[in-house]
């Protein structure tokens, strides 16, 4: 599997606490954003790294 990058924008309170949790948790901030990207559910049921075309609403 190929890594990319993402970048983010969260404000220093919510990246103190990913720093936080993953201290207390022993997992880099990587590790647990895949967790919690693992965990999120898809109405598909499809867990593919190719994205679905979304239909703008109008």
């Known amino acids: 599997m190929k890594n990319k ?3 983010l924008r ?3 309170r ?7 949790y993953s201290a ?3 997992k880099t901030m ?3 954003i895949e ?7 898809v109405k ?3 867990s593919s790294s190719t ?3 979304v239909k703008p609403t109008v």
Request: no cysteine; glycine share 4%; proline share 6%.
């Open 24 to 26: 207390q948790n022993d």
């Open 5 to 7: 990058a993402l970048n």
């Open 51 to 53: 994205p679905r075309p």
């Open 10 to 12: 969260i404000s220093e």
């Open 30 to 32: 990587t590790h647990v």
């Open 35 to 41: 967790d919690f990207i693992d965990s999120l559910e």
């Open 14 to 20: 919510r990246l103190n606490k990913l720093r936080l």
């Open 44 to 46: 598909n049921g499809d």
